[in-house]
């Protein structure tokens, strides 16, 4: 089982709809960091949140970390053709080891 | 901004052959991780180093091994290569002590045949 569940696995959405993905552990992270991947390409640090209950906003992505830092969440508002790709979740645990959850693909169409 | 690099891009090899992948991290990153993606998949936590010392071990085989240089590059080197080793092999990046941000390479394709 994972560690980190992501949902959902998948998403198809119509251009400039919103929509959220979660991610979901029993476990207490130290930070949770949001990539995004292009296929065959590494993942792309999108944001790092380490404190319970923060907001971070990167243009129209919003990142929520859960107050007992096991949960997080993406929030895209008015998603766009470019926003297209595959969305990981990781989080930190002792060691600096990130744990993966399963990854949202998500496809905007136009 | 320099990124972490990764070479070769590409590697196809034989079974039973052995491959060397490189990474050279960031730099002022001290910190080096190593993770593998197979097709469709999460990517999966091999090891890591710290000034040049093993940190931590995860879910890699016996017949891997790494090592950090005094550059702070480091190497992994897989033998015996078995089909189910081909995968993307990711080199990650970090500041310690401010280690939550994990920063990653273009990763390496290894194709085993």
């Given at each position: 089982?994972?560690?980190l569940?992501q949902?959902?696995q ?8 919103n ?5 979901n ?5 130290s930070?949770?960091?949001w990539?995004?991947?292009?296929p065959?390409?590494?993942?792309v640090l ?8 923060e907001v971070?906003?990167?243009?129209r ?10 949960d997080?969440?993406?929030h895209i508002?008015a998603?766009?053709t470019?926003d ?8 930190l645990?002792a ?6 959850g399963?990854g949202t693909?998500l496809?905007?169409?136009? | 901004?320099?990124g ?12 039973r052959?052995t ?10 990153h001290d910190t080096v ?13 091999l090891?890591?180093?710290y000034?040049?010392m093993?940190?931590d071990k995860?879910?890699i085989?016996?017949?891997f ?5 005094s ?8 033998s015996?290569l ?7 092999y990711?080199?990650?990046?970090s ?7 994990i920063?990653f ?5 290894l194709?085993v045949?």
């Amino acid at each position: 089982t994972q560690l980190l569940e992501q949902s959902p696995q998948f998403l198809s959405i119509q251009e400039g709809e919103n929509l959220t993905v979660y991610c979901n552990s029993s476990s207490v992270f130290s930070s949770l960091q949001w990539y995004r991947q292009e296929p065959g390409e590494g993942p792309v640090l999108l944001v790092t949140v380490v404190t319970g209950g923060e907001v971070k906003k990167l243009k129209r992505l919003t990142f929520q970390f859960g107050d007992a830092r096991k949960d997080s969440s993406l929030h895209i508002t008015a998603a766009q053709t470019g926003d297209t790709g595959l969305y990981l979740c990781a989080g930190l645990r002792a060691g600096n080891m990130l744990t993966f959850g399963g990854g949202t693909r998500l496809m905007v169409k136009p | 901004a320099a990124g972490v690099i990764q070479s070769p891009r590409h590697l196809i090899k034989e079974k039973r052959e052995t491959a060397t992948l490189k990474c050279y991290p960031i730099p002022r990153h001290d910190t080096v991780y190593w993770y593998q993606q197979g097709p469709g998949q999460d990517p999966q936590f091999l090891i890591s180093f710290y000034e040049k010392m093993q940190s931590d071990k995860g879910s890699i085989p016996d017949r891997f091994s790494a090592q950090q240089f005094s550059d702070y590059h480091s190497e992994l080197n897989m033998s015996s290569l078995e089909l189910g080793d081909s995968a993307l092999y990711f080199c990650a990046s970090s500041p310690r002590p401010a280690g939550n941000t994990i920063y990653f390479g273009e990763g390496s394709w290894l194709t085993v045949v």
